[in-house]
């Protein structure tokens, strides 16, 4: 495994920046891949692993880069919670753990280091310095997953009747008969134009 430092320099690579969610998010996934006992993520346990994020956010960039896990391999699931928070699912053991940042972590940043005015650098060097179990709480938990959300699941790919788009990965659904994807059965986050 990488260092904190090292990490953080791919990080700040990857995310464009070097920020106080970096750090949280670094410190996250390596919390969460010690506790799975998963060393090499990038390497020889690449294919062991399946990260869901719970926000959008700088630490989540943090976390896919320490994972190695991302949207395009399946391996990173988005969950739109709004919480700085990751699960982290070891396909080779069953076992997960959820690793969340605890709330009061930022009045312990000022507290520690009252002489940074700069939240973001306040928070940067505390978040450093910070025991674990002062920044994370940590559960584990039991994920189910099914076929169809692991990588390298090959299936069916369907058409949807209403707008003829190809759909894969068995998110079609059934409405009176008819298979549809899940803007035309009315899921959707657009609006055509008239
Ligand atoms: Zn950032
Ligand atoms: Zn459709």
Known sequence: MKTLDELLRDAEVAHGHLCAGQVLGVRL????????GINDPHGKDRKRLITFVEIDRCATDAVAVVTGCRLGKRALKFRDWGKVAATFVDLASGRAVRV???ERSKALAQQMHP???SKNQQQMLAYREM???DLFQVQWVKVSLL???LPGYKGE????????EGINFQREVRRNGRTLCRAC???SYYEHLP
Request: glycine content about 10%; some cysteine.
């Open 29 to 36: 996934a390596m919390l969460g891949l010690e506790l799975l």
């Open 100 to 102: 969340s940042a605890k």
């Open 115 to 117: 002489e940074i005015n």
């Open 131 to 133: 025991p674990t179990d």
């Open 147 to 149: 076929p169809e959300e």
């Open 157 to 164: 790919r369907i058409v949807c009747a209403e707008c003829g």
């Open 185 to 187: 059965a009315g899921e």
